[in-house]
T-cell receptor
């Protein structure tokens, strides 16, 4: 049974970089079937997609966060990571990693979905 | 403000049916398929419906999805207390070139 587990320092100061890692167990991250993504949820609010990455390293980012986000993958460790720079209090959220089924329709449009989620880890920005 | 509009709340009594809507536009729901996620209190989201109408293995057939134009709907029949959760729609938006979530609907089973 494949599982995802987020980890990383939960506390960062404003203007610093939040770094989180997602470890995939029970299966290989180097699969042509999946992307691997990050989603966040501020306290009491809804879900926001941060970005997704393919095992080859090709990444896709939320345009609203793109200037501050880097997602990378380490297939040797079966992990992928999130770096969010220049954080503010607005970046305080529960950060989830998830597996996204890689699917396209006949017109090559993205029609995938997140089928497996980690339990989430809190990223708290404090001054 | 999300590009996908969901009602903030919905409710029903046990055994009843309820529908949750998600309204988008021609750049998202109008051309791409929608997924629904259920988030129970204190838990991570879980895939409920994918590709507008498909249920993953293990999801009861009380849950169903439909699409009409630039809107989709999640229907839950025979409401149970354990259905009390937040529900989110999600779809790829071609104009934004990114994945967008609806604001979420909190379902209360009275």
């Amino acid at each position: 049974q494949l599982q995802l587990q987020e980890s990383g320092p939960g506390l960062v100061r404003p203007s610093e970089t939040l770094t989180l890692t997602c470890t995939v167990s029970g299966g290989s991250i180097a699969s042509t079937t999946y992307y691997w993504g990050w989603i966040r949820q501020p306290p009491g609010k809804g879900l926001e997609w941060i970005g997704s990455i393919y095992y080859s390293g090709t990444a896709y980012y939320n345009p609203s966060l793109k200037s501050r986000v880097t997602i990378s993958v380490d297939t040797s460790k079966n992990q992928f990571s999130l770096k969010l720079s220049s954080v503010t209090a607005a970046d305080t959220a529960l950060y989830y990693c998830a597996r996204r089924v890689r699917a396209f329709d006949i017109e090559a449009r993205e029609v995938g979905y997140f089928d497996l989620w980690g339990r989430g880890t809190l990223g708290f920005v404090f001054s | 403000q999300s590009v996908l509009t969901q009602p903030p709340s919905a409710s029903g009594t046990p055994g009843q049916g309820v529908a949750i809507s998600c309204s988008g536009s021609s750049s998202n729901i109008g051309i791409n398929t929608v997924n629904w996620y259920q988030q129970l209190p204190g838990a991570a989201p879980k895939l409920l419906i994918y590709s507008n109408t498909h249920r993953p293995s293990g999801v009861p057939d009380r849950f169903s999805g439909s699409r009409s134009g630039t809107s989709v709907s999640l229907a839950i029949s025979g409401l149970q207390s354990e259905d009390e959760a937040d529900y989110y729609c999600a779809v790829w938006d071609e104009s934004l070139d990114g994945l967008v979530f609806g604001g979420g609907t909190k379902l209360t089973v009275l």
